[in-house]
């Protein structure tokens, strides 16, 4: 594999190097054939040594000019048309070099040989990210803010490029290659220990399905996060154990179900995955009533089914669509104010545009904002480079397939037990939330909270665990004691607590806790920081628990 | 007929004749080894050296191995030709001709063992 750029190069100039060889070897013979003359006239014969010598710097056309002696008129004749010969030569030599150095076939060779030193080179813990369109970006981008190390298989040159231009802190190597293609997942390091995970990013269901398959079989430990936009694939992968898809059309419509149900859960989810540097917008909870969704394809169909399930009377646009089981449907665009007028859109409370144009979308939107100014609106935008036209029409919800992959991943990735807790938020009730919504709101006021995974083993907490190692009987509570200050307590709450892979939401804050524990904690960065010299500082250890 | 096979075997064949010609007399007597005969050898061995360029397979690697012992033989002794001083004939001394010729002999081994693989991979392939 490695040698493969010298083998096509040498097997490239073989022609151009038996070229120069033969020109020089006639250019030789010549030189010691013919005869010259000497200081007295009598006849001499260059040696093989001298022609070679003599050849070799008017070959490569430097002219030395240092000759043994004046020519004859017969060796100046051979000697010219050397000249000729042998610059022919070295410019036929020339230029296969350089296509080769522009071909294709020996740039990829060159690039994978790189790319192959690069991952054997990679020490640190990295994620395989497949797929680098806009979601496997965003994913990228994100995972290079939390220091983390990806690379990127991608069989599209461009987006190749594209990450090349990225400001990113550290570099991720890139492999333009089919990721269905198992060899190529593990020309990516797919085998290394220091895979820590492998997302399925691309926009084929298909491909992501092979990605998953091959990493169950290739690499069993190492967890997978795909994208799946069919049911069907999504519960194929579920078969064999992908360890999390992410299907943002049914994501969307189970946050959009939530948000009719439960507000105050939709709240608290939303602010829990905000990422950490965002300021954080809470969303107009949707309005009860009928709803018109303009665009009956994947999308549509999960809106329809939760706004459906919530007992909400709704109408479909879509210019296929003439009868739907259960549902009013009006043929059309959406687009034009008739079919909107016949959806009943004068009356409606809200409107989903969910075509997969995004000027179709907006188009929809601002129709039916004009002819019912009060209207709540729903915006599913497809690419990223829309968001200008997007964030100017301010629609109430902008839904982003795109940004839904990649946050659900990211909130995997970032802290773990989170999905847990999300799923917990989602089981309980619209009181819960509100409550757990009102108590982080007491402790960090509007700022987004910060969420960390503490795990309570000597590794990670020394201190602690050598106290809880004696008889010391150490409470939840006591984790967010302030160390500089007992009487205080940290601007954090612990989230929830897994013992033996098990999740338990809001632990009581006296419950006993056990070596081997995890917990999940939201709060401040500054409380992170002193949390963190409590657990690992035997002062701060000791004087806390004394208290 | 493949007339890249042709000339590849014409190639190596010529490359272990001219060596073996050019070898072949009293190892010190400068009258039996022709210097054009040894250029013509360096030459035709340089070639085939070349030709051999690019070859993955197990047994292309030891053909192009083959030839660049023969190269490195050759010019050996082409260096030694090179700065050895000349008898007042144009010759040279007994002495160095023997290291010229002994040099030459090593390059006739490679040489042979090419040929050889030659005749053998050929071999294969009838069957």
């Known amino acids: 594999m490695r040698f493969s750029v010298v083998f096509i190069a040498f097997r490239r100039l073989r022609a151009p190097i038996i070229t120069l060889v033969l020109i020089f070897a006639v250019g030789i013979s010549g030189l010691v054939l013919i005869p010259g003359a000497d200081e007295n006239g009598a006849p001499w014969h260059m040696t093989f040594a001298e022609a070679f010598y003599f050849m070799s710097y008017t070959a490569t056309t430097i002219g030395f000019g240092e000759i043994p002696r004046g020519f004859s008129a017969n060796q100046r004749l051979w000697v010219t048309l050397l000249i000729f010969a042998s610059v022919v030569g070295w410019a036929y030599l020339v230029a296969s070099l350089l296509a080769i150095a522009r071909d294709s076939a020996f740039r990829s060779a060159i690039e994978e040989a790189r790319f192959a030193r690069a991952i054997r080179r990679l020490r640190e813990p990295f994620y395989l990210v497949c797929g680098f369109g806009e979601t496997g970006a965003l994913v990228g981008e994100n995972l290079d803010r939390l220091g983390r190390r990806f690379v990127v298989v991608d069989m599209n040159p461009d987006r190749i490029d594209h990450l090349a231009l990225m400001d990113l802190s550290q570099s991720a190597p890139a492999l333009c290659a089919d990721a269905r293609l198992p060899e190529h997942l593990l020309e990516a390091g797919l085998a290394k220990p220091q895979c820590k995970g492998v997302l399925a990013l691309t926009d084929d269901d298909r491909a992501n399905l092979a990605v998953a398959m091959a990493v169950r079989l290739l690499n069993p430990q190492t967890p997978v996060l795909a994208r799946a936009e069919s049911a069907a694939i999504a519960r194929n992968m579920a078969s064999f154990g992908t360890d999390h898809i992410v299907n943002p059309f049914e994501r969307f419509g189970a946050h959009l179900a939530l948000a009719l149900a439960a507000p105050a859960s939709q709240r608290l989810i939303d602010w829990l995955t905000t990422p950490p540097d965002a300021t954080f917008v809470p969303s107009k909870p949707p309005p009860r009533g009928h709803w018109v969704v303009a665009g009956y394809g994947r999308f549509g169909r999960e809106v329809t089914d939760a706004l459906r399930a919530q007992g909400l009377d709704v109408t479909v646009i879509d210019p296929d669509e003439s009868s739907l089981p259960g549902v009013r449907a009006v043929m059309g665009t959406g687009t034009e104010p008739g079919p909107l007028r016949q959806a009943g859109i004068a009356s409606a409370v809200g409107v989903v545009a969910g075509t997969d144009d995004d000027i179709v979308n907006l188009s929809i939107a601002v129709t039916a904002k004009e002819m019912n100014p009060g209207l709540f609106t729903v915006l599913r935008q497809n690419l990223q480079a829309s968001s200008p036209l997007f964030e100017a029409f301010q629609a109430d919800i902008t839904m982003v397939p795109s940004r839904i992959v990649a946050n659900g991943c990211l909130a995997e990735l970032r802290t773990p037990w989170l999905t847990q807790l999300l799923a917990d938020i989602r089981a309980r009730d619209n009181a819960w939330a509100e409550a757990l919504l009102e108590q982080l709101g007491s402790l960090l006021g509007s700022r987004t909270p910060v969420l960390w995974r503490v795990r309570l083993e000597p590794e990670f907490a020394p201190a602690l665990a050598q106290a809880m190692t004696g008889q010391i009987r150490v409470p939840v509570g006591m984790l967010t004691v302030n160390p500089d200050d007992r009487t205080h307590r940290l601007p954090a709450l612990a989230l929830g607590l897994a013992r033996d892979r098990v999740f338990r939401a809001l632990p009581d804050a006296d419950e006993h806790l056990q070596l081997g524990d995890e917990l999940l904690f939201a709060g401040t960065a500054g409380a992170r920081r002193a949390q963190s010299h409590l657990l690992s500082d035997a002062g701060d250890c000791a004087y806390v628990l004394g208290g | ?127």
């Open chain 2, 1 to 127: 007929m493949n007339l890249e096979k042709v000339v590849f075997a014409f190639f190596i064949l010529l490359a272990a004749t001219l060596n073996g010609g050019f070898v072949y007399g009293d190892i010190d007597n400068p009258d039996h080894h022709s210097q054009w005969e040894f250029f013509a050898a360096l030459v035709v061995n340089i070639i085939a050296a070349v030709l051999k360029f690019g070859d993955r397979t197990q047994l292309g690697a030891i053909h192009l191995a083959t030839s660049l012992v023969a190269c490195l033989q050759l010019s050996a002794a082409a260096l030694l030709w090179f700065f050895a001083p000349t008898t007042a004939a144009g010759t040279l001394a007994p002495a160095d001709m023997a290291e010229v010729v002994s040099l030459a002999a090593g390059a006739l081994f490679a040489n042979v063992v090419s040929v050889t693989l030659m005749i053998v991979e050929t071999a294969r392939q009838r069957r």
